[in-house]
C-alpha cells in the first residue's frame, strides 16, 4: 500500500475510535442526567459533579442574563428590561437548542 493509502486508513480507524468514544461519553451523560432527574424528582440529594456542574451553570446564566438587562437599560433609557423578559429570550434560546436537536 502506498503511504498516501495508509495514512487514510490510520486517519478513518482514529475517526471510528473518536466517534465510538465520543458515543460512549454522549450515553454516560444521558445516563447520569436521567439519574440526576429522577433523585431529584424523589427528593434525594444528587452529589455528583454533574449536578455541580449545572448549578455553577445556572449561576453563570443568571450573571449573564442580569448583564444583558443592564445593557438593554441602558441603550433603551425610556424602557426597561424584566424577568419575563429574559424568560422570552431563555425560552427562545432553548427552543432554538431543541430544533437543533430534532435536525440531528
Not at 4 to 30: C, I, P
Not at 33 to 47: K, P, T, V
Not at 66 to 88: G, K, Q, T, W, Y
Request: proline share 1%; aromatic share 6%; hydrophobic share 40%.
Amino acid at each position: 500500500m502506498a503511504r498516501q493509502d495508509l495514512e487514510f486508513v490510520a486517519e478513518m480507524l482514529a475517526q471510528a475510535v473518536e466517534g465510538s468514544t465520543k458515543q460512549s461519553r454522549l450515553q454516560k451523560g444521558m445516563a447520569l442526567r436521567q439519574e440526576m432527574h429522577q433523585a431529584l424528582r424523589d427528593g434525594r440529594q444528587f452529589d455528583h459533579y454533574r449536578m455541580k456542574w449545572v448549578s455553577d451553570s445556572i449561576d453563570k446564566v443568571i450573571d449573564f442574563s442580569r448583564n444583558i438587562c443592564r445593557d438593554f437599560d441602558a441603550v433603551h433609557p425610556e424602557d426597561m428590561a424584566s424577568a419575563l423578559d429574559l424568560l422570552d429570550i431563555l425560552r427562545g434560546a432553548a427552543n432554538l437548542i431543541e430544533q437543533n436537536l430534532r435536525q440531528k
